[in-house]
């Protein structure tokens, strides 16, 4: 079965120093990893995917996510927090068993410290 | 790209209320969500449309949920009556596949429902 742990509830973090979201995923097939971000009293924001090309995943607002398929993460990671990156990130995972359905993690809040 | 469309934005209403609460997903998607988010419970999939068909309903709380999507651009989310544990916020997703395996979902701003 499916399974995705996001491993800290909430992050804290200084402007301009690195971030860094951590996930772990348990899959049967070879799967699909996402990152949502959600702002305050918005909707989710697709930041970045995955899905068996290459490993290393560039998505928006200069975040970017790697895919380790012998340590079964997917961690997210930006070098540089602005104070705009604060927010809810969730971890999304789905493979080919599972048609639609996507197992969302339950979420790191970002803090950015000024 | 207006991308999805809910409405309305905020709904406060009293027990036992009707709620109504609408979609427009993203032209040309032919996938459509229902999700739920509370603290208590995070992310919930309520119902998953497939070219305007409900796929899968196991998601809705109960009876007094029900979904339609009576055309490729509209679809609503019904409660009736309501109740205060229904309070949550009810987003709304589309998507440009059936499967969402590899494709992502857009996601409208949410309706916050306040039921007291």
């Known amino acids: 079965a499916q399974s995705v742990t996001q491993l800290d509830s909430h992050v804290s973090v200084s402007e301009g120093t690195p971030v860094l979201l951590r996930c772990n995923y348990s899959?049967?097939?070879?799967?699909?990893l996402f990152w949502y971000v959600q702002h305050p009293n918005k909707g989710l924001q697709l930041l970045l995917k995955?899905?068996?090309?290459a490993t290393l995943v560039k998505g928006i607002n200069g975040f970017e996510a790697e895919f380790k398929k012998s340590e079964t993460s997917f961690h997210l990671t930006k070098p540089s927090a602005h104070m705009s990156d604060a927010a809810e990130y969730f971890c999304?995972?789905?493979?080919?068993?599972?048609?639609?359905?996507?197992?969302w993690g339950a979420g790191t809040k970002l803090i950015i410290k000024p | 790209d207006a991308g999805v469309i809910q409405s309305p934005r905020h709904e406060v209403t009293e027990m036992g209320q009707e709620v109504t609460l609408r979609c427009k997903p993203i032209s040309g998607h032919n996938s459509l969500f229902w999700y739920r988010q509370t603290m208590m419970r995070g992310l919930e999939l309520l119902i998953y449309f497939n070219n305007n068909v409900p796929i899968d309903d196991s998601g809705m709380p109960e009876d007094r949920f029900s979904a339609k999507m009576p055309n490729a651009s509209f679809s609503t989310l019904k409660i009736q009556p309501s109740e205060p544990r229904d309070s949550a916020v009810y987003f709304c997703?589309?998507?440009?596949?059936?499967?969402?395996?590899?494709?992502?979902?857009?996601f409208g701003n949410g309706t916050r429902l306040t039921v007291t």
């Open positions: 899959s049967s097939y070879s799967p699909s």
């Open positions: 995955y899905t068996s090309a």
């Open positions: 997703a589309s998507s440009l596949k059936g499967s969402s395996y590899n494709s992502p979902l857009h």
């Open positions: 999304v995972v789905s493979d080919r068993n599972s048609n639609y359905q996507l197992i």
